[in-house]
Protein backbone atom coordinates (compact mmCIF):
# COMPACT_ATOMS: atom_id res chain seq x y z
CA UNK A 1 0.00 0.00 0.00
CA UNK A 2 1.51 3.36 -0.96
CA UNK A 3 1.98 5.64 2.06
CA UNK A 4 0.36 9.23 2.04
CA UNK A 5 2.95 11.86 1.27
CA UNK A 6 3.94 14.13 3.80
CA UNK A 7 2.82 17.99 3.31
CA UNK A 8 2.93 20.88 5.15
CA UNK A 9 -0.25 21.62 7.01
CA UNK A 10 -0.85 24.95 5.18
CA UNK A 11 0.57 27.69 3.41
CA UNK A 12 2.35 29.43 6.31
CA UNK A 13 4.26 26.46 7.37
CA UNK A 14 5.24 26.05 3.71
CA UNK A 15 5.58 30.09 3.00
CA UNK A 16 8.04 30.13 6.73
CA UNK A 17 9.74 26.79 5.61
CA UNK A 18 10.90 27.69 2.24
CA UNK A 19 11.79 31.61 3.87
CA UNK A 20 13.92 29.37 6.48
CA UNK A 21 15.91 27.49 3.36
CA UNK A 22 16.28 31.27 1.69
CA UNK A 23 16.98 33.28 4.57
CA UNK A 24 20.48 31.79 5.38
CA UNK A 25 24.12 33.31 5.16
CA UNK A 26 23.53 34.61 2.39
CA UNK A 27 21.46 37.10 3.26
CA UNK A 28 23.29 38.21 6.30
CA UNK A 29 26.79 38.00 5.12
CA UNK A 30 26.70 38.50 1.66
CA UNK A 31 23.76 40.78 1.06
CA UNK A 32 24.87 43.80 2.93
CA UNK A 33 28.73 43.63 1.39
CA UNK A 34 27.83 43.33 -2.09
CA UNK A 35 25.31 46.25 -1.67
CA UNK A 36 27.92 48.54 -0.50
CA UNK A 37 30.11 47.55 -2.76
CA UNK A 38 27.52 47.88 -5.32
CA UNK A 39 26.64 51.50 -5.32
CA UNK A 40 24.11 51.32 -2.34
CA UNK A 41 20.84 52.31 -3.54
CA UNK A 42 22.03 51.45 -6.87
CA UNK A 43 22.39 47.68 -6.06
CA UNK A 44 19.48 47.46 -4.31
CA UNK A 45 16.98 48.58 -6.72
CA UNK A 46 19.09 46.39 -9.49
CA UNK A 47 18.09 43.80 -7.02
CA UNK A 48 14.48 44.16 -6.38
CA UNK A 49 13.82 44.52 -9.92
CA UNK A 50 15.76 41.36 -11.00
CA UNK A 51 13.66 39.74 -7.83
CA UNK A 52 10.36 40.71 -9.44
CA UNK A 53 11.50 38.89 -12.89
CA UNK A 54 14.16 37.15 -12.56
CA UNK A 55 13.77 35.20 -9.01
CA UNK A 56 9.67 35.24 -9.19
CA UNK A 57 10.35 33.12 -12.20
CA UNK A 58 13.04 30.63 -11.23
CA UNK A 59 11.38 29.86 -7.49
CA UNK A 60 7.75 29.80 -8.96
CA UNK A 61 8.71 27.03 -11.33
CA UNK A 62 10.43 24.99 -9.03
CA UNK A 63 7.82 25.05 -7.09
CA UNK A 64 5.19 24.27 -9.67
CA UNK A 65 7.49 21.28 -10.04
CA UNK A 66 7.50 20.38 -6.76
CA UNK A 67 4.03 20.01 -6.30
CA UNK A 68 2.78 18.87 -9.69
CA UNK A 69 4.68 15.76 -9.74
CA UNK A 70 4.73 14.83 -5.61
CA UNK A 71 8.29 13.92 -5.81
CA UNK A 72 11.83 14.85 -4.27
CA UNK A 73 14.06 16.64 -5.95
CA UNK A 74 15.62 13.16 -7.32
CA UNK A 75 12.79 11.88 -9.56
CA UNK A 76 10.26 15.08 -9.98
CA UNK A 77 12.09 15.98 -13.54
CA UNK A 78 11.70 12.49 -14.86
CA UNK A 79 7.62 12.86 -14.54
CA UNK A 80 7.96 16.10 -16.20
CA UNK A 81 9.81 14.37 -19.18
CA UNK A 82 11.66 11.21 -18.99
CA UNK A 83 14.49 11.99 -21.38
CA UNK A 84 15.21 15.00 -18.50
CA UNK A 85 15.54 12.62 -15.15
CA UNK A 86 19.60 13.50 -14.58
CA UNK A 87 18.62 16.84 -14.27
CA UNK A 88 17.12 15.14 -10.59
CA UNK A 89 20.46 13.53 -10.53
CA UNK A 90 22.36 16.91 -10.73
CA UNK A 91 19.61 18.65 -8.10
CA UNK A 92 20.43 16.11 -5.37
CA UNK A 93 24.00 16.07 -5.54
CA UNK A 94 23.98 19.88 -5.22
CA UNK A 95 22.56 19.83 -1.78
CA UNK A 96 25.14 16.83 -1.29
CA UNK A 97 27.60 18.93 -1.59
CA UNK A 98 27.02 21.79 0.13
CA UNK A 99 25.46 19.89 3.88
CA UNK A 100 28.36 19.55 4.89
CA UNK A 101 30.84 22.65 4.33
CA UNK A 102 27.12 24.34 5.02
CA UNK A 103 27.64 23.04 8.59
CA UNK A 104 30.78 23.78 8.75
CA UNK A 105 29.96 27.17 8.77
CA UNK A 106 27.54 26.80 10.26
CA UNK A 107 29.55 25.33 13.44
CA UNK A 108 31.54 28.55 13.40
CA UNK A 109 28.75 30.40 14.05
CA UNK A 110 27.95 28.47 16.73
CA UNK A 111 31.41 29.13 18.22
CA UNK A 112 30.79 32.72 18.13
CA UNK A 113 27.80 32.63 19.36
CA UNK A 114 28.69 30.44 22.46
CA UNK A 115 32.12 33.18 22.95
CA UNK A 116 29.65 35.99 23.15
CA UNK A 117 27.34 33.45 25.76
CA UNK A 118 30.23 32.76 28.01
CA UNK A 119 31.45 36.34 28.15
CA UNK A 120 34.32 36.23 25.59
CA UNK A 121 33.15 38.19 23.07
CA UNK A 122 35.88 40.83 23.11
CA UNK A 123 38.46 37.62 22.65
CA UNK A 124 36.14 37.08 19.28
CA UNK A 125 37.42 40.73 18.59
CA UNK A 126 41.19 39.90 18.35
CA UNK A 127 43.45 39.85 15.06
CA UNK A 128 43.83 35.84 14.96
CA UNK A 129 40.74 34.94 16.06
CA UNK A 130 39.05 33.75 13.40
CA UNK A 131 41.93 31.86 11.89
CA UNK A 132 43.05 30.72 15.12
CA UNK A 133 39.91 28.54 15.37
CA UNK A 134 38.88 27.51 12.14
CA UNK A 135 42.91 25.98 12.04
CA UNK A 136 42.66 24.11 15.60
CA UNK A 137 42.59 20.61 15.99
CA UNK A 138 39.41 19.61 17.34
CA UNK A 139 37.35 22.46 18.07
CA UNK A 140 35.92 23.13 14.45
CA UNK A 141 35.02 19.87 14.37
CA UNK A 142 33.22 19.46 17.42
CA UNK A 143 31.16 22.63 16.63
CA UNK A 144 30.27 21.07 12.86
CA UNK A 145 29.45 18.03 13.94
CA UNK A 146 27.01 19.16 16.79
CA UNK A 147 25.48 21.28 13.89
CA UNK A 148 25.08 19.10 12.03
CA UNK A 149 23.70 16.51 14.39
CA UNK A 150 21.21 19.34 15.13
CA UNK A 151 20.34 19.53 11.74
CA UNK A 152 19.83 15.53 11.34
CA UNK A 153 17.33 15.59 14.17
CA UNK A 154 15.20 17.89 12.64
CA UNK A 155 14.73 16.32 9.73
CA UNK A 156 14.41 13.08 11.07
CA UNK A 157 11.48 14.52 12.88
CA UNK A 158 9.86 14.80 9.66
CA UNK A 159 8.30 17.41 7.75
CA UNK A 160 5.41 18.37 10.45
CA UNK A 161 6.89 17.90 13.57
CA UNK A 162 10.26 18.49 12.71
CA UNK A 163 10.82 21.11 9.75
CA UNK A 164 7.40 23.01 9.91
CA UNK A 165 7.30 23.08 13.24
CA UNK A 166 10.76 24.14 13.82
CA UNK A 167 10.54 27.14 11.05
CA UNK A 168 7.42 28.27 12.54
CA UNK A 169 9.68 28.86 16.13
CA UNK A 170 12.95 30.08 14.01
CA UNK A 171 11.62 32.36 11.63
CA UNK A 172 9.52 34.91 13.54
CA UNK A 173 11.99 35.01 16.22
CA UNK A 174 15.06 35.91 13.93
CA UNK A 175 12.65 38.95 12.00
CA UNK A 176 12.01 40.14 15.70
CA UNK A 177 15.61 39.74 16.52
CA UNK A 178 16.61 41.46 13.22
CA UNK A 179 14.28 44.45 13.28
CA UNK A 180 15.14 45.07 17.17
CA UNK A 181 18.77 45.02 15.89
CA UNK A 182 18.67 47.00 13.01
CA UNK A 183 16.82 49.93 15.04
CA UNK A 184 19.79 49.64 17.31
CA UNK A 185 22.11 50.41 14.32
CA UNK A 186 20.27 53.31 13.30
CA UNK A 187 20.90 54.87 16.83
CA UNK A 188 23.97 54.64 16.92
CA UNK A 189 26.75 57.43 17.63
CA UNK A 190 30.14 56.96 17.35
CA UNK A 191 31.06 60.15 19.32
CA UNK A 192 34.87 61.63 19.02
CA UNK A 193 36.64 58.69 18.64
CA UNK A 194 34.43 57.83 15.58
CA UNK A 195 34.63 60.96 13.42
CA UNK A 196 31.25 62.02 15.07
CA UNK A 197 30.17 59.65 12.41
CA UNK A 198 26.15 58.49 13.24
CA UNK A 199 24.14 55.30 12.21
CA UNK A 200 21.86 57.26 10.15
CA UNK A 201 25.01 58.45 8.05
CA UNK A 202 25.59 55.15 7.45
CA UNK A 203 21.94 54.24 6.38
CA UNK A 204 21.71 56.72 4.05
CA UNK A 205 25.15 55.49 2.43
CA UNK A 206 23.41 52.28 2.02
CA UNK A 207 20.26 53.18 0.59
CA UNK A 208 21.10 56.07 -1.52
CA UNK A 209 21.88 55.44 -4.88
CA UNK A 210 25.65 56.10 -5.49
CA UNK A 211 27.23 55.60 -9.04
CA UNK A 212 29.71 58.33 -8.90
CA UNK A 213 32.88 57.45 -11.06
CA UNK A 214 31.14 54.25 -12.21
CA UNK A 215 31.08 53.25 -16.40
CA UNK A 216 28.68 51.08 -18.12
CA UNK A 217 30.78 48.23 -17.09
CA UNK A 218 30.71 48.97 -13.54
CA UNK A 219 27.26 49.02 -13.62
CA UNK A 220 27.17 45.68 -15.40
CA UNK A 221 29.11 44.18 -12.69
CA UNK A 222 26.86 45.27 -10.56
CA UNK A 223 23.73 43.77 -12.38
CA UNK A 224 25.79 40.47 -12.66
CA UNK A 225 26.40 40.33 -8.70
CA UNK A 226 22.88 41.18 -7.62
CA UNK A 227 21.62 38.47 -10.06
CA UNK A 228 24.13 36.40 -8.77
CA UNK A 229 23.00 37.25 -5.19
CA UNK A 230 19.28 36.80 -5.78
CA UNK A 231 19.54 33.22 -7.40
CA UNK A 232 21.42 31.94 -4.15
CA UNK A 233 19.60 33.72 -1.92
CA UNK A 234 16.35 32.09 -2.64
CA UNK A 235 17.45 28.56 -2.67
CA UNK A 236 16.75 27.79 -6.18
CA UNK A 237 18.38 25.21 -8.43
CA UNK A 238 19.38 22.83 -4.88
CA UNK A 239 16.65 20.99 -5.28
CA UNK A 240 15.49 22.48 -2.34
CA UNK A 241 12.29 24.68 -4.02
CA UNK A 242 11.04 20.97 -5.72
CA UNK A 243 11.13 18.83 -2.79
CA UNK A 244 9.07 21.73 -0.26
CA UNK A 245 6.96 22.36 -3.26
CA UNK A 246 6.01 18.52 -3.40
CA UNK A 247 4.79 19.33 0.20
CA UNK A 248 2.80 21.90 -0.77
CA UNK A 249 -1.17 21.32 -0.71
CA UNK A 250 -3.00 20.89 -3.70
CA UNK A 251 -5.54 23.82 -2.54
CA UNK A 252 -3.39 26.30 -1.60
CA UNK A 253 -2.33 29.28 -3.45
CA UNK A 254 1.42 28.86 -5.25
CA UNK A 255 1.90 32.46 -6.80
CA UNK A 256 0.86 33.93 -3.50
CA UNK A 257 2.98 32.26 -1.63
CA UNK A 258 6.18 32.38 -3.73
CA UNK A 259 5.87 36.08 -4.16
CA UNK A 260 6.00 36.00 -0.02
CA UNK A 261 8.44 33.63 -0.10
CA UNK A 262 10.40 36.21 -1.78
CA UNK A 263 9.45 39.13 0.29
CA UNK A 264 10.30 37.73 3.14
CA UNK A 265 13.92 36.82 2.06
CA UNK A 266 14.33 40.45 0.24
CA UNK A 267 13.10 42.31 3.57
CA UNK A 268 15.77 39.85 5.72
CA UNK A 269 18.47 41.07 3.10
CA UNK A 270 17.75 44.75 3.11
CA UNK A 271 17.43 44.61 7.05
CA UNK A 272 20.88 42.84 7.67
CA UNK A 273 22.15 45.67 5.83
CA UNK A 274 20.70 48.21 7.93
CA UNK A 275 21.87 46.56 10.78
CA UNK A 276 25.18 45.92 9.24
CA UNK A 277 26.45 48.52 7.50
CA UNK A 278 25.93 51.58 9.96
CA UNK A 279 27.27 49.73 12.45
CA UNK A 280 30.14 49.20 10.45
CA UNK A 281 30.36 53.14 9.00
CA UNK A 282 30.52 54.57 12.37
CA UNK A 283 33.32 52.03 13.69
CA UNK A 284 35.22 51.08 11.03
CA UNK A 285 34.70 54.26 8.79
CA UNK A 286 33.25 54.29 5.12
CA UNK A 287 36.76 53.72 3.66
CA UNK A 288 36.18 49.60 5.42
CA UNK A 289 32.67 49.76 3.80
CA UNK A 290 33.28 46.86 1.55
CA UNK A 291 35.22 44.46 3.71
CA UNK A 292 34.38 41.29 2.02
CA UNK A 293 33.51 37.81 3.27
CA UNK A 294 35.76 38.62 6.35
CA UNK A 295 32.61 40.91 7.71
CA UNK A 296 31.01 38.30 9.73
CA UNK A 297 33.51 36.79 11.60
CA UNK A 298 36.38 39.60 11.95
CA UNK A 299 34.78 43.19 11.18
CA UNK A 300 31.78 41.83 13.25
CA UNK A 301 33.12 40.94 16.70
CA UNK A 302 35.48 43.84 16.76
CA UNK A 303 32.54 46.78 15.98
CA UNK A 304 30.65 44.80 19.21
CA UNK A 305 33.69 45.43 21.04
CA UNK A 306 34.01 48.79 20.28
CA UNK A 307 30.09 49.56 21.66
CA UNK A 308 31.18 48.49 25.08
CA UNK A 309 28.65 47.01 27.67
CA UNK A 310 25.68 47.01 24.61
CA UNK A 311 28.22 45.00 22.37
CA UNK A 312 28.25 41.84 24.19
CA UNK A 313 24.21 41.69 24.09
CA UNK A 314 24.54 42.57 20.87
CA UNK A 315 26.67 39.84 19.77
CA UNK A 316 24.90 37.15 21.69
CA UNK A 317 21.62 38.26 19.80
CA UNK A 318 23.13 38.72 16.44
CA UNK A 319 25.31 35.45 16.55
CA UNK A 320 22.24 33.55 17.90
CA UNK A 321 20.09 35.04 14.70
CA UNK A 322 22.26 33.82 12.06
CA UNK A 323 22.74 30.75 13.88
CA UNK A 324 19.00 30.37 13.26
CA UNK A 325 18.85 31.51 9.82
CA UNK A 326 21.76 28.79 8.93
CA UNK A 327 20.03 25.86 10.97
CA UNK A 328 16.69 26.91 8.96
CA UNK A 329 19.14 26.59 5.58
CA UNK A 330 20.93 23.69 6.27
CA UNK A 331 17.74 21.74 7.75
CA UNK A 332 16.53 21.71 3.84
CA UNK A 333 19.19 20.84 2.16
CA UNK A 334 19.46 17.67 4.27
CA UNK A 335 15.97 17.31 3.32
CA UNK A 336 16.32 17.53 -0.11
CA UNK A 337 18.63 14.38 -0.14
CA UNK A 338 16.82 12.62 2.15
CA UNK A 339 13.30 13.07 0.65
CA UNK A 340 15.10 11.90 -2.83
CA UNK A 341 16.13 8.29 -0.99
CA UNK A 342 12.69 8.71 0.92
CA UNK A 343 10.51 8.39 -2.63
CA UNK A 344 12.81 5.35 -3.39
CA UNK A 345 11.47 3.73 -0.60
CA UNK A 346 14.36 3.82 1.69
CA UNK A 347 12.23 4.71 5.79
CA UNK A 348 12.73 8.53 6.48
CA UNK A 349 14.72 7.52 9.67
CA UNK A 350 17.17 5.28 7.79
CA UNK A 351 17.79 7.82 5.42
CA UNK A 352 17.89 10.45 7.42
CA UNK A 353 20.89 8.31 9.04
CA UNK A 354 23.09 7.43 6.06
CA UNK A 355 22.90 11.08 5.00
CA UNK A 356 23.54 12.36 8.38
CA UNK A 357 26.33 10.52 8.76
CA UNK A 358 27.86 10.70 5.23
CA UNK A 359 27.39 14.39 5.64
CA UNK A 360 29.62 14.04 8.81
CA UNK A 361 32.83 12.87 7.16
CA UNK A 362 32.70 14.87 4.73
CA UNK A 363 32.50 17.98 6.97
CA UNK A 364 35.60 16.38 8.73
CA UNK A 365 37.85 16.70 5.62
CA UNK A 366 36.33 19.84 4.79
CA UNK A 367 37.63 21.49 8.70
CA UNK A 368 40.72 19.12 7.84
CA UNK A 369 41.39 21.49 4.40
CA UNK A 370 42.24 23.98 7.31
CA UNK A 371 44.46 22.04 9.35
CA UNK A 372 46.65 18.60 7.94
CA UNK A 373 45.01 18.84 4.54
CA UNK A 374 45.71 22.73 4.09
CA UNK A 375 46.63 23.73 0.12
CA UNK A 376 46.00 26.71 -1.53
CA UNK A 377 44.22 26.46 -4.98
CA UNK A 378 43.77 29.28 -7.26
CA UNK A 379 40.33 28.81 -8.31
CA UNK A 380 39.17 29.55 -11.92
CA UNK A 381 37.37 32.67 -11.05
CA UNK A 382 40.50 33.58 -9.87
CA UNK A 383 40.15 33.40 -5.79
CA UNK A 384 42.23 31.33 -3.62
CA UNK A 385 40.56 28.72 -1.53
CA UNK A 386 40.71 25.43 0.12
CA UNK A 387 38.45 22.51 0.77
CA UNK A 388 35.40 24.75 1.41
CA UNK A 389 35.86 26.95 -1.37
CA UNK A 390 36.44 24.61 -4.07
CA UNK A 391 33.13 22.59 -2.74
CA UNK A 392 31.49 25.97 -2.87
CA UNK A 393 32.82 27.22 -6.53
CA UNK A 394 31.18 23.91 -7.57
CA UNK A 395 27.99 24.13 -6.68
CA UNK A 396 27.07 27.47 -6.19
CA UNK A 397 29.26 28.62 -9.81
CA UNK A 398 29.08 25.38 -11.65
CA UNK A 399 26.33 22.98 -11.13
CA UNK A 400 23.82 25.37 -9.86
CA UNK A 401 23.45 27.33 -13.24
CA UNK A 402 23.81 24.33 -15.11
CA UNK A 403 20.66 23.05 -13.28
CA UNK A 404 19.03 26.06 -13.85
CA UNK A 405 19.32 26.50 -17.42
CA UNK A 406 18.64 22.95 -17.70
CA UNK A 407 15.34 23.40 -15.61
CA UNK A 408 14.41 26.71 -17.91
CA UNK A 409 14.99 24.94 -21.30
CA UNK A 410 12.21 21.75 -19.92
CA UNK A 411 10.13 24.25 -18.48
CA UNK A 412 10.24 26.68 -21.40
CA UNK A 413 10.94 24.69 -24.62
CA UNK A 414 9.73 20.99 -23.85
CA UNK A 415 7.21 21.00 -21.05
CA UNK A 416 6.24 24.66 -21.97
CA UNK A 417 5.19 27.17 -19.56
CA UNK A 418 1.69 26.04 -19.67
CA UNK A 419 2.52 23.54 -17.83
CA UNK A 420 3.49 25.36 -15.09
CA UNK A 421 1.08 28.01 -15.45
CA UNK A 422 -1.86 25.47 -15.44
CA UNK A 423 -0.58 24.23 -12.00
CA UNK A 424 -0.28 27.51 -10.60
CA UNK A 425 -3.56 28.43 -11.17
CA UNK A 426 -5.85 25.13 -11.21
CA UNK A 427 -7.96 26.69 -8.15
CA UNK A 428 -8.77 29.76 -10.64
CA UNK A 429 -5.63 31.56 -9.31
CA UNK A 430 -5.09 35.28 -11.30
CA UNK A 431 -1.79 35.67 -12.51
CA UNK A 432 -0.54 38.29 -13.16
CA UNK A 433 2.54 37.95 -14.79
CA UNK A 434 2.28 34.85 -17.40
CA UNK A 435 3.41 36.74 -20.16
CA UNK A 436 6.44 38.41 -18.71
CA UNK A 437 6.72 34.51 -16.82
CA UNK A 438 6.54 32.81 -20.08
CA UNK A 439 9.05 35.51 -21.67
CA UNK A 440 11.56 35.13 -18.84
CA UNK A 441 11.52 31.71 -18.69
CA UNK A 442 12.03 30.97 -22.31
CA UNK A 443 14.28 33.69 -23.36
CA UNK A 444 15.92 35.87 -20.97
CA UNK A 445 16.46 33.92 -17.61
CA UNK A 446 18.43 30.94 -19.45
CA UNK A 447 20.36 33.92 -20.78
CA UNK A 448 20.86 35.77 -17.82
CA UNK A 449 21.95 32.29 -16.19
CA UNK A 450 24.63 31.57 -19.48
CA UNK A 451 25.90 34.88 -18.31
CA UNK A 452 26.78 34.04 -14.70
CA UNK A 453 27.96 30.43 -15.75
CA UNK A 454 30.34 32.49 -18.21
CA UNK A 455 31.30 34.89 -15.56
CA UNK A 456 32.38 31.56 -13.03
CA UNK A 457 34.70 30.83 -15.50
CA UNK A 458 36.52 34.22 -15.45
CA UNK A 459 35.55 34.66 -19.00
CA UNK A 460 34.82 38.66 -17.88
CA UNK A 461 37.70 39.54 -16.13
N1 LIG B 1 19.60 30.87 0.43
C1 LIG B 1 20.62 30.71 1.40
C2 LIG B 1 21.24 32.02 1.78
O1 LIG B 1 20.92 33.04 1.25
C3 LIG B 1 21.66 29.84 0.88
C4 LIG B 1 21.47 28.45 1.14
C5 LIG B 1 20.26 27.90 1.40
C6 LIG B 1 22.50 27.69 1.14
C7 LIG B 1 20.11 26.62 1.67
C8 LIG B 1 22.38 26.41 1.42
C9 LIG B 1 21.17 25.90 1.69
O2 LIG B 1 22.08 32.03 2.61
Same mark, same amino acid.
Given at each position: ?76 ? $?? %????? *?? #????? &? @???? !???? /? ?118 ? $?? %????? *?? #????? &? @???? !???? /? ?127 ? #? ?88
Amino acid at each position: MEKQRSSFSGSIGFVLAAAGSAVGLGNIWRFPYLAAEGGGGLFLFIYIGLALTFGFTLLMSEVAIGRKTKQSCLTAY $KH %INKNW *GW #LGGLA &S @VIPF !IILP /YYCVIGGWVMKYALSFIIGQGVDAAGDSFFTGFITGNSEPIIYTVVFLLLTTVVVFRGVNKGIEAMSKILMPILFVLIIGISVYSLTISGGEDYGNRTGMDGFWYYVIPNADGMGFSDVL $KV %IMSAM *GQ #LFYSI &S @VAMG !IMVT /YGSYFKDKDNLIKSVNQIEIFDTIVAFLAGVMIIPAVYVFLGPENMAKGPGLMFVAMPKIFARMGAAGTSLGIIFFLMVLFAALTSSISLMEAVVSGMVDKGVTRKKSTLVEGGVAIVIAVVVCLGYNV #LYFDLTLPNGQVGQILDILDYLSNNILMPVLAIGTCILVGWIAKPKAIIDEATKNGERFFRRHLYTVMVRFVAPVLLCILLLGSFGVFG
